[in-house]
Nanobody, 120 residues
Framework: QVQLVESGGGLVQAGGSLRLSCAAS????????MGWFRQAPGKEREFVAT???????TYADSVKGRFTISRDNAKNTVYLQMNSLKPEDTAVYYC??????????????WGQGTQVTVSS
């Protein structure tokens, strides 16, 4: 069993920055792809970024060049550095990782989510 706990959300003005953290329990963290998804009010949950066990990262077009995903396997933690934030980045951000769920774009384990609010 793996537990994911996010932190670092909050309220920031447009153009500002935040860094989200996701601490994972479990000894197999370093072997998993980890990622971030987000869900805005009234919208479906959407992909933000992933990072493989070897450090290869992918990003949604909407955040490319502004967000950076990274991981520290020694600390069982994955990060999302968010710069140049826009009001449309406002959402609950979820940490996601583990084995891939067949037929979907996400992985088995989810965190509880952390709210990010960007004011204009």
């Amino acid at each position: 069993q793996v537990q994911l706990v996010e932190s670092g959300g909050g309220l920031v003005q447009a153009g500002g920055s935040l860094r989200l953290s996701c601490a994972a329990s479990g000894r197999t963290f370093s072997t998993y792809t980890m990622g971030w998804f987000r869900q805005a009010p009234g919208k479906e949950r959407e992909f933000v970024a992933t990072i493989s066990w070897s450090g290869v990262s992918t990003y949604a077009d909407s955040v490319k060049g502004r967000f950076t995903i990274s991981r520290d396997n020694a600390k069982n933690t994955v990060y999302l550095q968010m710069n140049s934030l826009k009001p449309e980045d406002t959402a609950v951000y979820y940490c996601n990782g583990g084995p891939k769920v067949a037929g979907s774009s996400w992985y088995y384990y989810w965190g509880q989510g952390t709210q990010v609010t960007v004011s204009s």
